[in-house]
Structures are given as structure tokens and as C-alpha cells.
């Protein structure tokens, strides 16, 4: 079983607040991914990190921001949260190499 | 055009029955391929990956990769009313910053 947490599960939050989804590895992974997904579609990738002070954007424009301060946690950050950024965030990891990503159980964000 | 590509379904079978799903890529240097099953809301969970061209079978699952024509399959053979959902097929592009997922093939097997 993969090692690797989201928090919060569930999360109803008004516009215009300040969000932060938490994710942790415990799998030493150098590399993090944050994809989102909306009910039914396909994932899109919104971030990823190969390492510690790695940060990349990925193929969908996204308004949050990551860091990657330490190698267990990648944060995702929303300065201001919109209606629009309701959706499913997925936080995944994987070592280098060509190997498979686990997944986390994802956050469900809605902003009302 | 998408890195990766696959038939959005819905693809219906009876139980007991081989679901059959299709993958293309279109990075001919890509190296590793995944094959994830995601039930609805849930998260994607890995359940096959392959690396050489050839079949590569685990139980009641089989993948089939030709990297001449850039596509990758998986076989579910005994189809059950467990197997239904989507199922995402995952390439490694060959210069490894990133796993591309494709947009899914629902799967939905009746009883």
C-alpha cells in the first residue's frame, strides 16, 4: 500500500479564501506530481517537482502555486479561491527512473 | 495531438466475457507504460505496467505492447461486475519529467 496522504478529504470554502492542500510521502520519492480532475474527465496535470526546490508547471494553466521546501511534502496553494477551482486535486509520487506514481486519496475542493 | 490516446467507451461487456481496451502514444522514445483502474471517486490505483514490446499477463489481466506502432493494450479476460471503471493508460515520456495519462476508457460490465 502506497504511503502517501492528502489533506483535507473534503473541503467547502468561500471565494476569495486562501487554501492550502496538503500532501505527504513517507516513500522517499523524489518526484511529486498535483493533478486535477473534475467528475468523469481526465486527469490533467497542473504541477510537479523532481526535488527538493523543483517546481515545474504542467500541461493545464493553473492559478495555484507548489513548493517543494522538504522531500516528503508538496503543498498546493490557491491565493484566492474561485468557483471555478472546484474539481478534484490528486497529489501522486514515484522515484526517478521510469517508474509507475502512486496515488493520494485526493482532495475534493468545492468553493461556493 | 495527445500524447496519449484511448477510446472514451463507454465499453459495455457481459460478464465473463474479455474487455479489450486500446492505448496509442505518440512519443516513439517513451520506455515504460501503466495501465491504472480509477472506480468513481476514487483515486487511480496501478494495476498493470510493461516495458518490453510483447504480453506481459497478471491473472486475469494482460498487456500488450508494440512500440513500432506506438500502442499499448490490456485484456481483461473473465470479465466481473468488480472490473467496471475507468480504466487510464499512463506512458513515461522518454526524457522521464513526467507520466502522461490518457483520458480513459470507461468500462461497464454487465451481470
Request: aromatic share 12%.
Amino acid at each position: 500500500e502506497a504511503d502517501i496522504y492528502q489533506t483535507p478529504r473534503y473541503l467547502v470554502i468561500g471565494t476569495g479564501k486562501k487554501i492550502t492542500l496538503e500532501c505527504s510521502q513517507t516513500m522517499g520519492h523524489d518526484k511529486m506530481y498535483w493533478y486535477q480532475q473534475d467528475p468523469g474527465m481526465e486527469l490533467h496535470l497542473i504541477h510537479y517537482s523532481y526535488g527538493v526546490n523543483s517546481t515545474e508547471k504542467g500541461d493545464l494553466s493553473s492559478e495555484s502555486t507548489v513548493s517543494r521546501i522538504r522531500t516528503e511534502h508538496f503543498p498546493l496553494t490557491l491565493e484566492s479561491a474561485r468557483p471555478s477551482h472546484t474539481s478534484q486535486y490528486l497529489c501522486a509520487s514515484s522515484e526517478q527512473g521510469q517508474t509507475e506514481a502512486f496515488f493520494g486519496q485526493g482532495t475534493r475542493l468545492t468553493v461556493v | 495531438q495527445k500524447e496519449v490516446e484511448q477510446n472514451s467507451g463507454p465499453l459495455s461487456v457481459p460478464e465473463g466475457a474479455i474487455a479489450s481496451l486500446n492505448c496509442t502514444y505518440s512519443d516513439r522514445g517513451s520506455q515504460s507504460f501503466f495501465w491504472y483502474r480509477q472506480y468513481s471517486g476514487k483515486s487511480p490505483e496501478l494495476i498493470m505496467f510493461i516495458y518490453s514490446n510483447g504480453d506481459k499477463e497478471d491473472g486475469r489481466f494482460t498487456a500488450q505492447l508494440n512500440k513500432a506502432s506506438q500502442y499499448v493494450s490490456l485484456l481483461i479476460r473473465d470479465s466481473q461486475p468488480s472490473d467496471s471503471a475507468t480504466y487510464l493508460c499512463a506512458v513515461n515520456m522518454w526524457d522521464d519529467y513526467k507520466l502522461s495519462f490518457g483520458a480513459g476508457t470507461t468500462v461497464t460490465v454487465r451481470a
